[in-house]
């Protein structure tokens, strides 16, 4: 029908037959025939629940109360209410013009229209009506979550603090909107969850009596991400190193960053878990002061371990050497069945490598040589010693074994 209407040949073929009806309605009498149009007294046309259009200041109010729509009656002549029926493009409107106001609150304004056909009479009904208008104000608000059915995450996941991103919306309104506003809640099922949440939700507004607000945010979406892990602990970083620094150089310095990482698995797992081992560094390599990155080695039975890498960061100075005699030897092992040979030495002299600042920090009681009797082993025997200290200082003893006799 929308076609036909905007067709220029069906406008022009309905224009003949109107003038045509139109010729026959003055000159029935004289053509002795009646009209092709029935009698009709002048009776209006009702536009019922006709829209009502208000025109404000949207950027500075908010309009929170008119009437919607308002009843329109037109009165003309037969044919040009007929007409006015059959035009489905109208551009017709009736409307109140607010844009003026400069205060918020109730106003009366007085109904106009405009686009009818000149023709046309046209009343509107009721002819002043009243709106209500508030000034929009911005606001920020934080945004909490609100986790739902925790209950059905295993036993064996970790539930984190949910990160919200942004942190706060802004909502722009009238004034008693915004003091409604008393939570600003995303809700996130956890139902069947088995992995971490990462996604989009609708932020929702309630009043202090917990009913929900019809208000519009920007943005009127959140990302939440809601962390859900294996059981997991921190653990320190143990480094491995493989041979032996070039001749004449000794580590100043040593950061490794992070120091700590973290391990996950299932509870018994993690709990034997004391330390995590790099992978081992080749110090025969390292003849200047540097970074290395290197991986960490994952250990049995854990899912996985954060971060896998990390960054050894160290200084290298010339080596330096200082000499402690007389250090007492320890036996470890077996306190109960063994002595000192008597002809065997109970002490033993030790020369310690490393930087000057290092040796200047070193005391002798951090300096432990002991030789280990916790085997099955009857009268004398000779065993190793061996000597322990601070990290990266190396010890050289002038006698490398003692002899132990173990009694019945």
């Given at each position: 029908?929308?076609?036909?209407?905007?067709?220029?040949?069906?406008?022009?073929?309905?224009?003949?037959?109107?003038?045509?009806?139109?010729?026959?309605?003055?000159?029935?009498?004289?053509?002795?025939?009646?009209?092709?149009?029935?009698?009709?007294?002048?009776?209006?046309?009702?536009?019922?629940?006709?829209?009502?259009?208000?025109?404000?200041?949207?950027?500075?109010?908010?309009?929170?109360?008119?009437?919607g729509t308002v009843d329109v009656e037109?009165?003309?002549?037969?044919?040009?209410?007929?007409?006015?029926?059959?035009?489905?493009?109208?551009?017709?409107?009736?409307?109140?013009?607010?844009?003026?106001?400069?205060?918020?609150?109730?106003?009366?304004?007085?109904?106009?229209?405009?686009?009818?056909?000149?023709?046309?009479?046209?009343?509107?009904?009721?002819?002043?009506?009243?709106?209500?208008?508030?000034?929009?104000?911005?606001?920020?608000?934080?945004?909490?979550?609100?986790?739902?059915?925790?209950?059905?995450?295993?036993?064996?996941?970790?539930?984190?603090?949910?990160i919200v991103s942004p942190l706060n919306?802004?909502?722009?309104?009238?004034?008693?909107?915004?003091?409604?506003?008393?939570?600003?809640?995303?809700?996130?099922?956890?139902?069947?969850?088995?992995?971490?949440?990462?996604?989009?939700?609708?932020?929702?507004?309630?009043?202090?009596?917990?009913?929900?607000?019809?208000?519009?945010?920007?943005?009127?979406?959140?990302?939440?991400?809601?962390?859900?892990?294996?059981?997991?602990?921190?653990?320190?970083?143990?480094?491995?190193?493989?041979?032996?620094?070039?001749?004449?150089?000794?580590?100043?310095?040593?950061?490794?960053?992070?120091?700590?990482?973290?391990?996950?698995?299932?509870?018994?797992?993690?709990?034997?878990?004391?330390?995590?081992?790099?992978?081992?560094?080749?110090?025969?390599?390292?003849?200047?002061?540097?970074?290395?990155?290197?991986?960490?080695?994952?250990?049995?039975?854990?899912?996985?371990?954060?971060?896998?890498?990390?960054?050894?960061?160290?200084?290298?100075?010339?080596?330096?050497?200082?000499?402690?005699?007389?250090?007492?030897?320890?036996?470890?092992?077996?306190?109960?069945?063994?002595?000192?040979?008597?002809?065997?030495?109970?002490?033993?002299?030790?020369?310690?490598?490393?930087?000057?600042?290092?040796?200047?920090?070193?005391?002798?009681?951090?300096?432990?040589?002991?030789?280990?009797?916790?085997?099955?082993?009857?009268?004398?025997?000779?065993?190793?010693?061996?000597?322990?200290?601070?990290?990266?200082?190396?010890?050289?003893?002038?006698?490398?074994?003692?002899?132990?006799?173990?009694?019945?």
């Amino acid at each position: 029908m929308d076609k036909m209407l905007n067709s220029i040949w069906f406008v022009r073929i309905l224009a003949f037959f109107i003038a045509l009806m139109l010729f026959f309605m003055v000159n029935q009498n004289t053509i002795g025939s009646p009209s092709l149009l029935p009698d009709a007294p002048n009776a209006p046309y009702v536009l019922e629940d006709e829209p009502l259009v208000v025109i404000y200041d949207e950027e500075r109010f908010e309009l929170v109360e008119e009437p919607g729509t308002v009843d329109v009656e037109l009165r003309g002549s037969q044919v040009s209410l007929s007409l006015f029926q059959i035009t489905s493009n109208r551009s017709t409107e009736v409307f109140v013009d607010a844009s003026e106001i400069e205060e918020e609150g109730r106003h009366q304004l007085a109904v106009s229209h405009r686009n009818f056909p000149s023709d046309l009479s046209v009343t509107v009904e009721p002819q002043v009506v009243s709106i209500t208008l508030r000034e929009r104000q911005t606001a920020s608000f934080p945004v909490e979550v609100q986790l739902e059915n925790e209950d059905d995450i295993g036993e064996d996941r970790s539930l984190g603090t949910p990160i919200v991103s942004p942190l706060n919306v802004n909502v722009t309104a009238n004034r008693e909107t915004i003091q409604a506003i008393e939570d600003v809640l995303v809700y996130v099922d956890l139902t069947d969850a088995t992995e971490s949440i990462e996604d989009e939700y609708p932020v929702h507004f309630y009043n202090e009596n917990g009913h929900q607000l019809d208000v519009q945010s920007e943005p009127q979406f959140v990302t939440v991400t809601v962390p859900l892990t294996s059981p997991n602990k921190l653990v320190p970083i143990k480094i491995i190193r493989e041979g032996e620094l070039p001749d004449g150089l000794s580590f100043e310095d040593v950061t490794v960053y992070p120091n700590e990482v973290t391990v996950y698995g299932s509870s018994d797992d993690i709990e034997a878990v004391d330390f995590v081992e790099s992978e081992p560094i080749d110090l025969n390599e390292l003849n200047e002061s540097g970074e290395l990155t290197i991986g960490l080695e994952v250990p049995d039975d854990v899912e996985r371990i954060d971060p896998e890498e990390v960054t050894v960061a160290f200084t290298l100075a010339e080596e330096e050497e200082m000499a402690f005699e007389s250090l007492p030897i320890v036996i470890t092992g077996n306190d109960s069945n063994v002595t000192f040979d008597t002809e065997a030495e109970t002490t033993v002299n030790v020369t310690a490598f490393g930087s000057q600042s290092r040796l200047e920090e070193l005391m002798e009681n951090e300096i432990r040589v002991s030789v280990d009797a916790s085997g099955s082993y009857e009268g004398e025997q000779t065993l190793p010693l061996s000597v322990t200290g601070p990290s990266y200082i190396r010890f050289e003893l002038d006698n490398d074994e003692t002899v132990l006799r173990f009694n019945e």
